[in-house]
């Protein structure tokens, strides 16, 4: 068990669908993230949020679009993804961002296994 | 950003001591060194994390080097529930948190 919880925990969709994957914690923690994991690879960081607000997009297509409702919800809304979109989409979350450098280690979801067809 | 070089896999008796390896030859004063571990199907979970001294909980250890150009964590006792893809991270500005291809170990009987 985590204390970051991700649902649902599968999800399939065309290509033409939209949908969202939601993220809760109850840390209280004001900093949070969404990550892409492929088979075999690295988790790669797609957004940071601090205090509710956007500080990075790590260049993510547009299809992809985040929002953090208040600071214990992050959401990632799909719309026309592609079949190479597929992957393990992970949540995380932490304490705040002190000076730019994080100090305090990152929470981790176990993840939404998202498969486009 | 510093980026981490590691073993791609490993293996290590049941029972031993696990001691992996990390290069982070490019890292700056103020940037932490993080470890996690990734269980198939599960999200990383948190091991340990250190800035310029050794540091020990309940998981494992983490020795930095004086330079702080490398760094190794010790599971002292590697069970079966071990083998898992271990990831040295180091936190870039930002609060990026990057993570590398990371080693593979396996604990065998």
């Known amino acids: 068990d985590t204390e970051v919880t991700q649902t649902p925990k599968h999800l399939v969709m065309g290509m033409t669908n939209k949908k969202s994957l939601k993220c809760e914690q109850h840390m209280g923690h004001r900093a949070m993230y969404w990550y892409k994991q492929k088979a075999k690879k690295p988790p790669e960081l797609m957004f940071v949020y601090s205090y509710e607000k956007l500080s990075i997009n790590e260049s993510v297509p547009s299809r992809f679009s985040p929002e953090c409702p208040n600071s214990s919800l992050l959401n990632l809304h799909l719309h026309a993804l592609q079949p190479e979109d597929s992957a393990l989409y992970l949540c995380a979350s932490s304490q705040e961002i002190l000076d730019g450098q994080r100090r305090s280690p990152l929470h981790f979801g176990n993840g939404t296994r998202l498969t486009v067809t | 950003d510093a980026k981490t070089t590691q073993p791609t896999s490993m293996d290590c008796a049941e029972g031993r001591a696990a001691n992996l390896p990390c290069n982070h030859s490019t890292i700056s004063g103020n940037e932490y060194v993080y470890w996690y571990r990734q269980i198939h199907s599960q999200g990383p979970q948190y091991i340990i994390h250190?800035?310029?001294n050794n540091e020990t909980n309940e998981m494992a250890s983490l020795i930095i080097t004086e330079d702080r150009k490398s760094s190794t964590l010790i599971l002292p006792h590697a069970t079966l529930r071990d083998t898992a893809v271990y990831y040295c991270i180091v936190s870039a500005q930002g609060g990026k948190l990057i993570f590398g291809q990371g080693t593979e170990l396996s604990v065998k009987p």
């Open positions: 250190g800035l310029k």
